[in-house]
């Protein structure tokens, strides 16, 4: 735990996406590296937070797990299910939310979460990277279940709100 004197930076992030992918998953993995097989044990809980260190700066993320908290959020990790295609489809729609709710310098990162669910794909990574470019998102595929790329997602993430704040 790191005091709150020693805090540089607090950065507000908001995770969003179609319900089921992952969300809440993700944020416990990247928080406090857990996964929970009874998902029910997170209700209630607004955000949760986490220290890190970016380029010899503390800063903590202090991440929310709810559309509708976009207002004032430097960055979204805008995620999808790779194996449900519908939950691809609505991307576009979750950006034009972001768009229209949070401020125009928002920092996206798309995330392709349940990437260790290979045999059931439904999106492929070309795709999404497709529309991450058009779009000018970032972009990686996840799993909160094993824990690959969840770290390094947010990382970009935070990274390019330092630079660009
Ligand atoms: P949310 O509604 O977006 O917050 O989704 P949850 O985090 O509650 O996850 C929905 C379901 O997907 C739960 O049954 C999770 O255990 C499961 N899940 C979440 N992330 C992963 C993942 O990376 N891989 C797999 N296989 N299942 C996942
Ligand atoms: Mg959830």
Do not use: C
Request: hydrophobic residues 40%.
């Amino acid at each position: 735990n790191v005091p709150e004197s020693r805090i540089d930076y607090v950065y507000k992030v908001v995770v969003i996406g179609d319900s089921a992918v992952g969300k809440t998953q993700i944020l416990s993995r990247f928080t406090k590296n857990e996964f929970y097989f009874d998902s029910k044990s997170t209700i209630g809980v607004e955000f949760q937070t986490r220290t890190v260190t970016i380029k010899g700066k503390v800063i903590k993320a202090q991440i929310w797990d709810t559309a509708g908290q976009e207002r004032g959020a430097l960055g979204a990790m805008l995620v999808y299910d790779i194996t449900k295609r519908q939950s691809f489809d609505h991307v576009a729609r979750w950006v034009e939310e972001l768009r229209a709710h949070a401020d125009n310098s928002i920092v996206i990162i798309l995330i392709g979460n349940k990437a260790d669910l290979v045999d059931l794909r439904a999106v492929s990574t070309e795709d999404a990277v497709e529309f991450a470019e058009d779009q000018g998102l970032f972009f990686s595929e996840t799993s909160a279940l094993n824990g690959d790329n969840v770290d390094s997602a947010f990382f970009r993430l935070l990274e390019q709100i330092y630079s660009v704040v």
